[in-house]
């Protein structure tokens, strides 16, 4: 990380690195799964930065625990913001995108702890590194729709600048 002062709202709460990046020169990651609990917000918002970041030279997936929710209009306002259009996005589980094409990602980053914890359950099974970043939940946020929109901006900021810095 540079040395450089960021603002509050660039890393979020528990944004140091945890343990050394197991990003060595040379082993850049070319496959990258985000997982949280429904893939409507916070997981869904990770996998439109890193594919605006990163275009084709990492694949970028995401997914939830369970499924049942839509995604979400703060989140798809929030990125629009910046110029990215993430309402196309149709929140899928880890289940749905196994049975799809597979789960081979060299890094699971999963958002919440209850994506942690199946994030850590694939590994029985699959060989990947999993990243625990934990990021708040938006949708719990309260007040005007700008207050709301606000927590929502910072959770994108957030994992913007892990995104950035993880995968470059």
């Given at each position: 990380m540079s040395g450089s002062p960021l603002p509050?709202?660039?890393a979020p709460a528990g944004a140091g690195p945890s343990k050394p990046d197991p990003a060595k020169p040379g082993r850049r990651?070319?496959?990258?799964?985000?997982v949280c609990n429904f893939n409507a917000v916070r997981s869904a918002c990770a996998e439109a930065l890193a594919r605006h970041y990163f275009g084709k030279s990492v694949y970028v997936q995401s997914a939830g625990v369970r499924?049942?929710?839509p995604t979400d209009p703060f989140m798809i306002s929030a990125l629009d913001e910046i110029g990215i259009d993430a309402s196309r996005h149709r929140p899928r589980t880890?289940?749905?995108?196994?049975?799809w094409e597979g789960l081979n990602?060299?890094?699971i980053?999963?958002?919440s702890p209850e994506a942690h914890h199946a994030a850590l359950e694939l590994t029985r099974t699959v060989a990947a590194d999993v990243e625990y970043w934990p990021t708040p939940d938006p949708t719990v946020s309260q007040g005007s729709r700008e207050q709301?929109?606000?927590a929502y901006r910072d959770v994108r900021d957030g994992l913007g600048f892990r995104i950035?810095?993880?995968?470059r």
């Open positions: 509050d709202s660039a990651v070319q496959s990258v799964l985000f499924s049942g929710e880890l289940e749905e995108l196994e049975e990602f060299d890094l980053v999963s958002l709301r929109l606000d950035r810095q993880r995968l």
